[in-house]
């Protein structure tokens, strides 16, 4: 299988990860468009051909606008009033302060401010496009009279773009901070948070670099337009190489970090989703979103040899996931050693595995270790069904009496160990309900299987307070949505 974005090739299942740009990073859409980016859960607007289908007023209106903004530009204002139309406003302070005044400012609102950022270029882009598409239009109504001067133009917007790209610095400077290491949430922001920032803000400029090359170009003055967006575009594209080296830096400080953070932020008593787990899962997620970009940076950093591949037999950005897949498999296992029993490490494992299994089960080359978890999965919930209700079973056929004489019933030891057991596991955490569901039913038949065994073979035994019909009303895995603590219901 093979995704293309522009020049970029990656074929995905095999060894071969090449690259002819180190620049593209947008997809192309089935009318020939590029599309904004890799599908996946980054910010997406729509593309700048979308200009196309402005009518002519609404084409003649943001030439206007756009016209008054250059002469005030031209009298000597700078572009602040442009900025916050585009309500970017805030990139006008962010010289201003200390460094970390500017890193708190942003840490603070990350997604937000790179949301913000984004559909201010795409503005900037979309008026760009609107004016020289404006010159190569003949309608009297794009007459000169509705264009600015080129040159001001120009410079207009190249002033604006220059106020615009210290955010792109702003983000690279950002400190990664680690959950549980003791740092303030303020001091930075998580590394998976930062890698998608940047891979956005990246995604942002290379495609307003490259859809800037489609623009419309008048016979009149052509090799002066053709300098003009060259040049624009050149100054967007200048900080994809510094990004691409950020971008892997923060790849690869994820790839280390986020398994030493497990070593201090132990599961502490609890069988839910651990953070290490959420934290490895979201890495995995943005890997495989953004595979036509992260496929050539992890290609790149194979070949200079900052990052060797376990797995020679597939490309390095595969190996990479499945380095993380693997790694968490192992600490979610070492993590459930540090529980008090093992009947919590077991559900701490069903829990987290499952979830593993259910965020990554449809991802493209996962299916092989997605089926091999989801059996592992099974051998969890055995051990658990073990570790917890087989003792409870195994009472109906304990016997303490000597050489079995007189008459004695096991059932008051069943139910006092079914009712020790159930009141200790009645707050235990199981967030699916799909889980929660498979797992009361496996219980359910674990003892009721035996429960009813035991009364085929000894009919003359007391009646118990407990019928297998009891059990089955029993939930011992239950969950109420509005505090999130499992309780018992009858």
């Excluded at 932020?265 to 787990?277: E, L, Q």
């Excluded at 297998?468 to 949505?481: F, H, Y």
Aim: proline share 5%; with cysteine; net charge negative.
């Amino acid at each position: 299988m093979e995704l293309k974005g522009g020049s970029s090739t990656v074929r995905r299942a095999s060894g071969d990860w090449s690259s002819s740009s180190g620049t593209l990073s947008s997809t192309c859409t089935p009318s020939g468009s590029p599309s904004y980016s890799d599908s996946g859960r980054g910010f997406h607007l729509p593309s700048i051909f979308s200009m196309l289908e402005l009518d002519v007023e609404e084409r003649a209106k943001k030439l206007r606008h756009m016209k008054l903004l250059v002469e005030e530009f031209s009298s000597g204002n700078v572009s602040e009033r442009w900025l916050s139309e585009l309500d970017v406003g805030w990139l006008l302070h962010l010289p201003d302060g200390d460094a970390s005044a500017r890193r708190l400012f942003i840490s603070r609102q990350l997604q937000h401010l790179v949301r913000n950022w984004i559909t201010a270029l795409r503005q900037v882009e979309e008026s760009v496009f609107a004016y020289f598409d404006g010159l190569a239009r003949e309608d009297d109504i794009f007459s000169a009279s509705l264009q600015p001067d080129v040159t001001g133009f120009a410079g207009f917007v190249e002033a604006t773009l220059l106020k615009m790209l210290p955010f792109v610095d702003a983000v690279v400077a950002l400190k990664i901070i680690h959950p549980g290491s003791g740092e303030r949430a303020t001091d930075g922001v998580e590394a998976v948070e930062k890698l998608q920032a940047l891979i956005d803000v990246r995604d942002a400029l290379s495609t307003a670099s490259e859809e800037l090359q489609f623009c419309p170009h008048s016979s009149l003055g052509h090799v002066e337009t053709t300098r003009i967006i060259d040049e624009m575009s050149d100054l967007l594209s200048s900080n994809l190489g510094k990004l691409d080296t950020v971008i892997w830096d923060t790849t690869d400080e994820i790839r280390t970090g986020i398994m030493a953070l497990a070593e201090d932020n132990g599961p502490r008593g609890s069988p839910g989703i651990h953070r290490v787990t959420q934290s490895v899962i979201s890495y995995i997620k943005l890997l495989d979103s953004k595979h036509v970009l992260m496929s050539r940076i992890a290609y790149e950093a194979a070949q200079r040899r900052t990052y060797v591949p376990d797995i020679q037999s597939i490309g390095p950005l595969d190996s990479l996931i499945m380095e993380a897949f693997s790694g968490l498999e192992d600490k979610l296992v070492s993590l459930s050693q540090s529980l008090p029993c093992d009947s919590l490490g077991f559900l701490f494992l069903i829990n987290n595995s499952y979830f593993v299994w259910q965020q990554l089960h449809q991802l493209f080359g996962m299916e092989f270790p997605m089926a091999i978890l989801n059996r592992k999965i099974d051998d969890y919930i055995q051990s658990y069904l073990q570790a917890s209700w087989g003792p409870v079973v195994s009472c109906l056929y304990y016997d303490p009496r000597p050489l079995r004489l007189g008459r004695y019933s096991p059932l008051p030891l069943f139910e006092s160990e079914f009712q020790k057991i159930y009141n200790a596991q009645r707050l235990w955490k199981v967030p699916d309900p799909e889980l929660r569901t498979r797992l009361r039913n496996a219980i359910i038949k674990k003892l009721t299987s035996g429960f009813r065994k035991f009364l085929d073979e000894y009919k003359s035994v007391t009646t118990p307070r407990i019928t297998p019909q009891k059990l089955e009303e029993i939930q011992p895995v239950t969950i109420m949505p509005v505090s999130g603590w499992f309780l018992t219901t009858d």
